[in-house]
């Protein structure tokens, strides 16, 4: 259907925002004023903690930058590896469903791939930036 081929850039538009809002949600408290703990929460996972800096940062920055589409891919393959984490070191042994499952990262790993293949679209920063060099 012609008609839905030319929505998708709204698709794109809609995708890239739901995931960076949800991400900023969940990275905005870590970067202002729970860094500490979260640090000592990766740390907990048997990871460097530092790696709670990046972590933070993905969620909120990454997400920022998906909102407005500037540097979307690198932002989704960030948020894709964030979400894979997530997945192994905490949601895993909950299941796919209930609190603890991993039904929601994995959603969310599943809309950053989606980004990584397709990029922004027309209706972003990249694309006003030069990334539509070569497409129709």
Do not use: C, N
Not at 21 to 35: C, Q, S, T
Not at 72 to 96: D, E, N, P, W, Y
Not at 97 to 114: C, K, N, Q, V, W
Request: hydrophobic residues 55%; positive net charge.
């Amino acid at each position: 259907m012609r008609f839905l081929d030319r929505l998708q850039p709204l698709g794109l538009l809609v995708l890239r925002v739901v995931l960076g809002v949800i991400l900023i949600a969940h990275g905005k408290g870590k970067v202002f004023g729970g860094l500490g703990r979260h640090m000592e929460f990766v740390g907990s996972l048997g990871m460097p903690s530092w790696l709670g800096i990046l972590s933070a940062g993905t969620e909120f920055f990454g997400g920022i930058l998906l909102v407005v589409g500037l540097l979307t891919r690198f932002a989704s393959v960030a948020a894709l590896i964030q979400m894979l984490v997530i997945i192994f070191k905490v949601h895993l042994k909950g299941g796919l469903m209930g609190s603890e499952g991993y039904e929601f990262p994995l959603s969310l790993a599943s809309m950053a791939f989606l980004l990584i293949w397709f990029g922004a679209g027309p209706i972003s920063l990249d694309w006003l930036f030069g990334g539509h060099r070569g497409k129709r």
